[in-house]
């Protein structure tokens, strides 16, 4: 069985990308895949007896079927809650993505389908000459764009699109993640990021009471996925 790998941005922070590929991997496992979920750097987390914990992190171990040490799943993990080249620096690290990329391929290839998730949106800095987005480059990865439909989601949408052609990666596919319940012209939205961004929609998640990759399953369609 070949093996499917992508990696998974967002148009912001926060706009669901652990919950929608925690799905996705969660969806893949229902078809008989092997499945693997890896957050190579995460700023915000959680210092308890075995040393820095991120719950995103934590959450895409829970739906992995490859067991992995948690360090091989989060090997850049950052106590606060920020940029992660600001956080790098105050705990007197330094990020470069060459270490990264090393750091998934050691565990790339072990499952059907693994999603590498990134850290905010496309163009996080990691270094001063360095951005995340050359992570996917290096391992020459599909790209699902998470849009967090809000206000301000279409200039974001398609922004990230053309910032992800230009740098030579194709899109794989989106997801339309709710997260204002009452935006307005929310199907508008929808539709209009269907005409103009040139790849498939894997579905639209509604704003969920209880944000589990089980319930937002039922929303998103793995198939989608070429090859998947």
Known sequence: MPKHAFFV???DTDVGKTLVASALLHSAQQRGLTTL?????????TRGPQGLRNADAELLASVSSVPLDYEQINPVALE?????HIAAQEAGKVLSVDRLSGYCR????LADFTLVEGAGGWRVPLNPRETLAELPRQLNLPVIIVVGMRLGCLNHA???????ARDGLPLAGWVANTLDPDMPRLQENIDTLRQLLPAPCL?????LEHATPEAATAHLDVGLLGGS
């Open 37 to 45: 979920g890896l957050k190579p750097v995460a700023a915000g987390c």
């Open 9 to 11: 941005t967002g148009t």
């Open 80 to 84: 606060p809650a920020i940029a992660p």
């Open 203 to 207: 579905g639209v998640v509604p704003h």
């Open 106 to 109: 050691g565990a790339m290839g």
């Open 158 to 164: 398609l922004l990230t699109a053309e910032a992800i």
